[in-house]
């Protein structure tokens, strides 16, 4: 890549701290663990703007310890869809999906949807540039887009971000925005649900389900907390279990299970993480991939599924 460019592109590592970000965590170690997933974001990020070839960022992204690594692959994808869009030559960020980064696809869209955030010209006509990506997890660019917006402009409206954005782009938006609370209020459920309950109440269920996503993805709580936190999400607990589901799923393709995972499928969702992970296929394998909004039919299926076994534990208590 050109050195110029490589700078220009270039993010410093302040720019993840809770100070710098003014975050807020009431642990320590929360913070540490949360900056810790923003230094490594940065470290694949900064691999792929200095690589040009891809066995060679492959083989930095899978140094990274095992627990962290997909957000490696994912700051990764941020910055090869950045040299896609401001370089003529391959689709390198379309070749890595297919080829290495295929374990990490999940992530891979979230990451694009940086790229898309920090470029007028992709932000603008967003939802034509996902065409080009897998018909499911196209919507995972708009969950992207709505982290990067949340992460790093949290205290601003949300009105000019999703203007433009048709209502199941707004859904997926919110989803990521959601995700991003999870840092912002440095895993504080309390802060969390008095942030989502101020969002319109179309989108809080979307919130909540990218809070069980970054909770069992990302990690910070602790049980008690996450037991509460089903409590404080009230109707849209389901969309929190699933927002789980889809996490565990993922760090299971990904072959980076944790714990810390295990733990939050048990607490926000009853059920097991590798059952997480086969329900989230089970429904998938049902997903009418031409509909207008395939990833919303997925999200839907799963919470479903956690609304009946909620219905059926109900019924012989």
Known sequence: MLPGLNKLLSINGREVTFVRRGFSAFRPEVRDRLEHVGT?????????LQENKLEALTEKLERVEREYRGFAYEGAAMALALR????????????????????HIYMLHVGAGWACARLPWLR???E???????????????????????????????????????????????QG?????????????????????????????????GIGLACAYAGGAISPDMEEAVSLAGRFNCALAQGAAFAAKARQLAGNEAMHTEEACAALAAIKAEQAAALCDRALAQVNRNSSSPYREWRELVQNYFSSAKSTAREFT
């Open 84 to 103: 896609d869009a401001m370089l003529s030559g391959s689709p390198l960020l379309a070749e890595f999906m297919a080829g290495p980064g295929k374990r």
């Open 40 to 48: 490594i974001f940065l470290v694949g990020y900064h691999a792929a």
């Open 177 to 209: 925005f959601g995700r991003s609370l999870w840092f912002v209020h440095g895993c504080d459920f309390h802060q969390i649900a008095k942030t989502i309950s101020g969002f319109p109440a179309l989108y809080q269920g979307d919130a909540w389900s």
């Open 128 to 174: 034509k540039v996902i065409c080009k990506f897998d018909p499911v997890l196209r919507w995972l660019v708009l969950d992207g887009y709505g982290f990067h917006q949340g992460y790093f402009h949290f205290k601003e409206s949300l009105a000019t971000a999703v203007k433009r954005l048709s209502l199941d782009a707004r859904r997926v938006f919110y």
């Open 124 to 126: 603008w006509r967003i």
